[in-house]
């Protein structure tokens, strides 16, 4: 067996002591330090993400309530309501009757059970009051109907009136479509008949 001197032993003790810290050095602390710099870059997305998914959360839970309101309130408007009719009786009460060109009825379907009727007004020759007042009558209506879409142009004969294309829109529970949706001596079929 080989002797060592005291300054030997210092030495070879102090060596192991450095293999040892480095071994540590090595094996745990730099792998923690480069973890906790990868999570101070990582927290940061991960928090924008949650936010992103609560937003999200938020959004389908309005969503979903809304879903839930206006099946309730298609289902409970009945079977008594129909566009059509309602639509020619706003524009008998705004007297746009000279105004109105043609009126387009149309149901699509909204999946198995639900149904959308869409009613399309062109109206010609009109101000901009009256056609204001005209939609303020549809969306205020104690009627399950809406706006779905609205184009307005200057009149090609007067440059102080406007004309329109307006649909108005009602959901509701599906059923067979029988026939047309205009009655007997209504506007749409008048205005169809002409053309």
Do not use: H
């Amino acid at each position: 067996m080989i002797r060592l001197t005291r300054r030997e032993k210092v030495l070879a003790a102090a060596l192991a002591v450095v293999a040892v810290a480095w071994s540590f050095f090595a094996l745990v602390v730099k792998p923690a330090r480069g973890r906790i710099e990868t999570l101070r870059r990582v927290i940061p997305q991960k928090q924008e993400e949650l936010r992103k998914l609560r937003a999200a959360a938020e959004e389908y839970i309005y969503l979903r309530d809304s879903l839930r309101d206006l099946r309730a309130k298609v289902a409970s408007q009945g079977e008594t309501f129909e566009l059509l009719p309602f639509v020619e009786s706003l524009i008998r009460q705004c007297a746009l009757e000279k105004n109105a060109g043609t009126i387009k009825p149309q149901i699509l379907p909204l999946g198995p059970e639900y149904s959308q009727t869409i009613v399309q007004i062109d109206i010609e020759g009109l101000t901009l009051d009256r056609l204001v007042e005209f939609l303020r009558k549809v969306e205020s209506a104690d009627a399950p109907a809406g706006i779905r879409s609205l184009n307005i142009k200057k009149s090609r004969t007067n440059k102080d009136l406007l004309d329109s294309v307006i649909e108005i829109q009602n959901a509701r529970l599906a059923r067979p479509i029988t026939g047309g949706l205009a009655r007997p001596g209504g506007l749409a079929q008048s205005r169809l008949a002409r053309k």
